[in-house]
T-cell receptor, first 109, second 113 residues
Framework: KNEVEQSPQNLTAQEGEFITINCSYSVGISALHWLQQHPGGGIVSLFMLSSGKKKHGRLIATINIQEKHSSLHITASHPRDSAVYICAVLPNTGNQFYFGTGTSLTVIP | DVKVTQSSRYLVKRTGEKVFLECVQDMDHENMFWYRQDPGLGLRLIYFSYDVKMKEKGDIPEGYSVSREKKERFSLILESASTNQTSMYLC????????????FGEGSWLTVV
């Protein structure tokens, strides 16, 4: 049983397209992270959310705590956005994060 | 900026060898984690530590051990490497005073031949 489900697993988009990646989780959480991993690289946190919505440049992340669902949106996508995006949740109890299996995004020029 | 440094980016080891993967963080974080990442399986927790000399098994501890003798350093040990341990290994840390933010190292690609 996976506590965090992401969709889609793979996504190919044309440059400039609006992109949405979804994350659903099954546990009560303290926080949710959207993480980005470039090929061969480490992982960086793009957003940490516990409610509402956050925006950073062309990236927007939203969370609905009641529905246990979060989305990551990329506006005006660019080839440099090509990466794996991972949803991670920190449950209310414990120190462990639960991770989705990631969404591999390719943006074609 | 928080820095999590993993000692080796790429390693090739022979079956049966003992392998040490080192991780150091510079932000006085209490919690440190070792994950392995495999295609289609995402990040899986091997071990974590919430304080010096403390360790807890994660989801896939078999074949691994860890050491946390100092707060800043968390080592992952493969006592006898096997080919099914070929993977990307990621270290992460999180501090009570840094809220719920988690910081990752650059990853170590281990190939066991």
């Amino acid at each position: 049983k996976n506590e965090v489900e992401q969709s889609p697993q793979n996504l190919t988009a044309q440059e400039g397209e609006f992109i949405t990646i979804n994350c659903s989780y099954s546990v009560g959480i303290s926080a949710l992270h959207w993480l980005q991993q470039h090929p061969g690289g480490g992982i960086v946190s793009l957003f940490m959310l516990s409610s509402g919505k956050k925006k950073h440049g062309r990236l927007i992340a939203t969370i609905n705590i009641q529905e246990k669902h979060s989305s990551l949106h990329i506006t005006a996508s660019h080839p440099r956005d090509s990466a794996v995006y991972i949803c991670a949740v920190l449950p209310n109890t414990g120190n462990q994060f639960y991770f989705g299996t990631g969404t591999s995004l390719t943006v074609i020029p | 900026d928080v820095k999590v440094t993993q000692s080796s980016r790429y390693l090739v080891k022979r079956t049966g060898e003992k392998v040490f993967l080192e991780c150091v963080q510079d932000m006085d974080h209490e919690n440190m984690f070792w994950y392995r990442q495999d295609p289609g399986l995402g990040l899986r927790l091997i071990y974590f530590s919430y304080d010096v000399k403390m360790k807890e098994k994660g989801d896939i501890p078999e074949g691994y051990s860890v050491s946390r003798e100092k707060k800043e350093r968390f080592s992952l040990i493969l006592e006898s490497a096997s080919t099914n341990q070929t993977s990307m290994y990621l270290c992460a840390s999180r501090g009570q005073h840094s809220g719920n933010t988690i910081y990752f190292g650059e990853g170590s690609w281990l190939t066991v031949v």
